[in-house]
Nanobody, 128 residues
Framework: QVQLVESGGGLVQPGGSLRLSCAASGRSFSINTMGWYRQAPGKEERELVAAVSSGGSTNYADSVKGRFTISRDNAKNTVSLQMNSLKPEDTAVYYC?????????????????????WGQGTQVTVSR
């Protein structure tokens, strides 16, 4: 079983910065795409904020382009989100996501299709 653990949320004033981090742990797995989603207050769905492939290709929501930067360390199975020039509308619970594929060394069931794993979420509040 793969677990994702996030850190780095908090309260920040408009215009400030925060850095979110997420680490994946488990046994015998590889990760395709890693990304960050967020769920704003009163919204039912999570929206994609940014994603990065195992090869380093990145994708951003239009609302965060130029302000947020996603990066990953494949050797450490970590992904980070540097958030600058934060706005009140960035307030949300941020979730780490990873597309997991088990390796043959995992044993029985290793050849199941890739699946998405989620972290527990971390609160980001942008307010004066």
């Amino acid at each position: 079983q793969v677990q994702l653990v996030e850190s780095g949320g908090g309260l920040v004033q408009p215009g400030g910065s925060l850095r979110l981090s997420c680490a994946a742990s488990g046994r015998s797995f590889s990760i395709n795409t890693m990304g960050w989603y967020r769920q704003a207050p009163g919204k039912e769905e999570r929206e994609l904020v940014a994603a990065v492939s195992s090869g380093g290709s990145t994708n951003y929501a239009d609302s965060v382009k130029g302000r947020f930067t996603i990066s990953r360390d494949n050797a450490k199975n970590t992904v980070s989100l540097q958030m600058n020039s934060l706005k009140p509308e960035d307030t949300a619970v941020y979730y780490c996501n990873a597309e997991i594929k088990y390796l043959p060394s995992y044993g029985s069931g290793w050849d199941q299709p890739p699946f998405g794993a989620w972290g527990q979420g971390t609160q980001v509040t942008v307010s004066r």
